[in-house]
């Protein structure tokens, strides 16, 4: 043993410890050791997530009679959502949402995440803590600040006036407009990020041998920086998509009862109306529309890294 | 014998990574495990470092069966491909690492890493990062790391691979050195012939889990043992050829319109056996004079040179086969001897020199 | 890519106004607690701190405060210890449907936060053994578990597997190896994660929304009652707070971590 050359004594702590750490190679060596690491948090989600959430989903699929209060298998809920006309004008607005959302986000994210990756270090700093900082305040204080600015007399009225846009405030408060605005600012970080990151590895001398050959701006964006950013395009569009239309907090509090969207609706349903069957199968078609648009992403995503024909 | 491998093998599934083998090393030798990628030499020096259980075989280091027995208690140190160096910690953390884990206490530990990192020369280095370092002083780092525990035994998996060529040269002979003067049992794998034939004692030549000929850089060169040590290290003319006469000192060897002398005492040819012949390009002699009767000689035209200043390659076409001839520039070539496109020549080369395989 | 003066000053325009519109809420409601007059305007016509002196006074706002801490400090310890043993088994070993557990781990993340609290709601109701402080615990740990669990699998797969093969061979055995090589490679990931775990509980209002009762209430859910009833510059001056304390935590974090690597960029420019 090659210790045996070295005659010191091993300290003290490390004689304590010998012991625990033969069990723990001995252990360590099994087939099923890693399970031993695996297990707490798998059985923490199972239990308080996978569990509570099938539980939930099961719901959607149940039809519970009114006076005897049995429980039978039904597609009933799904019907009624799916038939209905003002349902599906909901899901409509929601989808709407969604969209105009992620499109102003990607059109005011771009520029954001083209500077922060092409225009120096100083740029990259503060706009970096221009996009982070919103993250870290609670989205009840963000939501606050719009309620606040979107109002009738609030700054943003008083300033459209002032510079003579309009003669009378713009009701914004509890339209869809304001729902829009106040998703916008508080999703775009989630779309300039991952832009950001793709558009950095794009080779800026790409950009420079456009140039010298002769494309002006326009032509140099949009067909060396743009086709090339795009996953960076998929990835934010979908983060942005499925967090708008499963928003509940902006919509219910600058929208409020005008402005109605799936989430909002989820929660009238099972909280006001008690009908937790409903409630259940609208959620499930929630997540089923946000599972579609994540397929969506991965096929696309599939597709563009083949080379062109 | 440091080492003794007998039976060893390890299979993936379906996939037999190492076929059964035997190896020995005595002790104070250094062994390059020679071969292309995939051949197994990088699983075989891992399985005799611990990180590998063989699927069958015996291990023994130093008398010591240590088949399963735990890396850390073999008696080995192992150098990695890219060092892997632990990043956060200085040179002198990570050379106390191993000490630290056997639980010695601190004075000792402070001396005993003061002592490597000299033995390495990389004294005045001790508080730097890795990041910090070259890749020379990384490497040695690595195997100070690997020394310090005293091992019996040092592997190193690849260790010039991440350096460039002027200090690849230059490390490998630091390491020879320094394998010298502590008289450690060593292993190396690598794919680069020229590294194995230089520094080390011997040479096992791998190929596809299978130990082809483990011999001194001369004994593979000179007397490789199969077509694939000889494609492997050095280059070779091939032609193919029946036996036409063989008695106990030697045999003749039809090669076409030509007779070739052999001189194969341990091989048991008879006549009609089919072989391939094959000889070093730098065995071979031009001449333009026929030669004697009795000498090894095919007759053919130059049709290219390649000047390389210390040497020059000609390419003779001889009856549809292209034969490479490799000659030093000596200044004792005298200038009727610089051949040219177009001479008719003639190749000789003496019967010990040629080299046999069955076919 | 703008190439001439005109183009550059047209681009760093938007850029500027674009980033207006991002931090202007902020500084509007922080404009807003410094008015003197009780008022919710902006801009305020003259400037008092007298309302900061009354935050502590709103009605259990420092209980919130308080509440809300305790959650994101405990919540923060459950995710990270779960979160490296998930990662640590989802990485370091080779086992039949890793892949799928993976996938499992991550799912909350593309859930609606409103269908999960609705069905942590429906499920604690039904078990009906935890207190609202457990329940509360339990879901963030939930909501946030993911989020750490991608983090720390990213910095572990890059980590360089020799050296895990170095340590081995240098007497270390499984948690040896963890406390000194391990953990101080996926440091900054780590760091990160559990400080993006903190803010993430400690802001927490959608999925806390079904869990709280009047007697646990945090932060978040608190703050929005007052701006439903109250709309004086008190609310304002807590809000300020609260994105004083935000903007501290930034700073922490870009001390610990670096901006970059906050901002989900790659440490070194491609």
Not at chain 1, 11 to 34: C, D, E, G, N
Not at chain 1, 253 to 259: A, F, H, I, M, S
Not at chain 2, 92 to 104: E, H
Not at chain 2, 107 to 114: H, K, N, S, T
């Amino acid at each position: 043993m090659a210790t045996a050359e070295y005659t010191s004594v091993p300290s003290l702590t490390y004689r304590l410890y010998t012991p625990f750490s033969k069990v723990l190679s001995h252990i360590a060596q099994k087939k099923w050791a890693f399970l031993l690491l695996l297990l707490p948090p798998l059985l923490f989600l199972t239990l308080f997530f996978v569990v509570p959430m099938a539980m939930f989903l099961r719901e959607g699929f149940v039809a519970v009679d009114p006076h005897s209060a049995a429980r039978t298998l039904s597609f009933g809920n799904y019907v009624r959502f799916l038939g209905s006309p003002d349902y599906l004008k909901v899901l409509w607005n929601t989808l709407r949402l969604g969209v105009i959302v992620t499109f102003l986000c990607l059109l005011l994210g771009y520029p954001l995440a083209y500077a922060m990756a092409r225009f120096g270090p100083r740029w990259q700093r503060w706009i970096l803590v221009a996009v982070i900082s919103p993250l870290m305040v609670s989205v009840v204080i963000r939501t606050f600040a719009w309620q606040v600015i979107l109002r009738n007399r609030g700054p943003l009225n008083d300033f459209l006036i002032a510079i003579g846009i309009v003669d009378s405030p713009v009701r914004l408060l509890f339209t869809f407009t304001g729902v829009v605005i106040g998703l916008v600012h508080v999703f775009l970080p989630y779309m300039v990020l991952p832009l950001a990151s793709v558009i950095e590895k794009i080779d800026p001398r790409l950009e420079e041998a456009a140039r010298s050959l002769g494309a002006n701006v326009f032509r140099r964006f949009f067909e060396v920086v743009l086709p090339l950013s795009m996953p960076g395009i998929l990835a934010g569009s979908m983060l942005v998509f499925t967090a708008s239309v499963s928003a509940y907090v902006v919509p219910e509090l600058l929208g409020g009862e005008r402005v109605q969207v799936v989430p909002t609706m989820v929660t009238q349903q099972i909280l006001i109306l008690l009908d937790w069957q409903f409630g259940a199968a609208i959620a499930t078609i929630l997540i089923l529309l946000t599972l579609l648009v994540l397929a969506l992403y991965r096929w696309l995503s599939r597709r563009s890294f083949q080379p062109a024909k | 014998m440091d080492i003794a491998l007998e039976g060893i093998g390890k299979r993936y599934g379906n996939d037999l990574a190492l076929k059964p083998l035997d190896l020995q090393v005595p002790p104070g030798e250094l062994l390059a495990l020679l071969g292309p990628s995939g051949c197994g030499k990088t699983t075989l020096l891992r399985l005799i470092a611990g990180l590998i259980e063989p699927s069958q075989g015996k291990i023994e280091i130093r008398g010591r069966d240590v088949t399963h027995v735990p890396a850390h208690r073999r008696d080995v140190g192992l150098v990695f491909q890219n060092y892997a160096l632990f990043p956060h910690m200085t040179v002198w953390q990570n050379v106390a690492f191993g000490l630290r884990m056997r639980g010695m206490p601190k004075g000792d530990i402070r001396r005993i890493v003061d002592e490597t990192l000299e033995v390495v020369q990389l004294g005045r280095l001790g508080g730097r990062l890795p990041t910090q370092l070259s890749g020379g002083q990384q490497q040695r780092v690595a195997v100070a790391r690997a020394l310090v525990l005293k091992p019996a035994v040092l592997l190193l998996d690849e260790p010039f691979a991440a350096l460039d060529k002027a200090l690849r040269d230059q490390m490998q002979i630091e390491l020879r050195n320094l394998q010298r003067r502590l008289n450690i049992t060593s292993i190396f794998v690598t794919h680069d012939q020229d590294e194995a034939l230089t520094i080390s004692d011997r040479i096992a030549v791998m190929n596809a889990g299978r130990i082809e000929q483990v011999d001194s850089a001369r004994g593979v060169f000179e007397a490789p043992k199969t077509e694939f040590v000889l494609g492997f290290i050095g280059q070779s003319n091939k032609f193919e050829g029946r036996v036409e006469a063989a008695n106990a000192h030697g045999a003749t060897v039809a090669i076409r319109d030509w007779r070739i002398k052999v001189v194969n005492a341990s091989q048991g040819l008879s006549v009609g056996d089919k072989l391939t012949v094959a000889v070093r390009p730098g065995k071979m002699s031009l001449s333009r004079e026929a030669p004697a009767a009795d000498q090894n000689a095919i007759e053919g035209t130059i049709i290219d040179t390649l000047y390389l200043g210390t040497s020059t390659q000609y390419y003779v076409e001889t009856g549809g086969v292209r034969t490479e001839v490799h000659r030093q520039n000596t200044d004792s070539s005298s200038a009727e001897q610089n051949f040219a496109i177009g001479d008719r020549v003639w190749i000789t080369w003496l019967p010990q020199s040629t080299l046999l395989f069955p076919r | 890519m703008p190439s001439n003066m005109a183009e550059k000053i047209l681009i760093r325009g938007v850029v500027i106004a674009i980033l207006i519109f991002l931090i202007g809420p902020l500084v509007i409601v922080c404009g807003l607690s410094l008015s003197k007059a009780n008022l919710i305007k902006f801009p305020p016509q003259e400037l008092s701190l007298r309302w900061f002196a009354d935050v502590w006074k709103l009605d259990g706002f420092v209980a919130a405060v308080v509440l809300s801490l305790k959650l994101a400090a405990l919540t923060t310890v459950g995710t990270s210890v779960l979160g490296v043993m998930g990662s640590l088994a989802l990485v370091r070993y080779r086992f039949a449907g890793r892949n799928i557990l993976l996938g499992v781990f991550l799912s909350p993340l593309v859930l609606p936060a409103i269908v999960i609290g609705i069905a942590l709601l429906q499920y604690f109701r039904t078990i009906d053994l935890l207190s609202t402080f457990s329940t509360l615990l339990i879901a963030h740990i939930a909501v946030t578990l993911p989020f750490m669990v991608r983090t720390m699998t990213a910095s572990l797969e890059v980590m360089d597997e020799n050296l895990f093969d170095a340590a081995k061979m240098m007497g270390a055995d499984a948690l040896q190896t963890f406390i000194y090589v391990t953990m101080p490679s996926i440091r900054s990931g780590f760091i990160a994660g559990a400080l993006f775990t903190f803010i993430l509980s400690f802001d927490n209002y959608t999925v806390s929304l079904f869990l709280t009762d009047p007697q646990t209430e945090t932060l978040p859910i608190r703050m929005l009652k007052f701006t439903q009833v109250r709309v004086d510059p008190t609310v304002a001056a807590a809000a300020t707070i609260l994105i004083g304390l935000s903007l501290l935590i930034l700073l922490l974090s870009i001390h610990l971590v670096g901006l970059r690597r906050l901002g989900g960029l790659s440490s070194s420019k491609a």
